[in-house]
């Protein structure tokens, strides 16, 4: 499994999703993040998370936004909370230095 993005989908705003992300290369001594992008910009980083649970927010997404991961699990999570129209985009996960290539991601639409 390479960078499987899970999760989005539609919300209100002020609503929550709660995104995943599996990848089988996954190593407690990875940073891993999770971007987004809209259409015709360049990858944006939202958050990241180090194995030992170290994290770094954009400042856009801060208190309202929580980066997770289950080493054992291969996993790393997005708690989206507080839903803004500007969070609309594809969320991706990758390493911080995104230097996997990218998978499919996950749609986020925020709307009334």
């Known amino acids: 499994v390479q960078l499987q993005a899970s999760g989005g989908g539609l919300a209100q705003p002020g609503g929550s999703l709660r995104l995943s992300c599996v990848d089988s290369?996954?190593?407690?001594?990875?940073?891993m993040g999770w971007f987004r992008q809209i259409p015709g910009s360049q990858h944006e980083m939202v958050a990241t998370?180090?194995?030992?649970?170290?994290?770094s927010y954009a400042d856009s997404v801060k208190g309202r936004f929580t980066i997770s991961r289950e080493n054992w699990r291969d996993t790393v999570y997005l708690q989206m909370d507080n839903l803004k129209p500007g969070d609309q985009a594809v969320y991706y996960c990758?390493?911080?230095?995104?230097?996997?290539?990218w998978g499919q991601g996950t749609q986020v639409t925020v709307s009334s």
């Open positions: 990758n390493t911080r230095g995104k230097s996997w290539e």
């Open positions: 998370i180090s194995g030992g649970g170290v994290t």
């Open positions: 290369r996954m190593t407690p001594n990875i940073i």
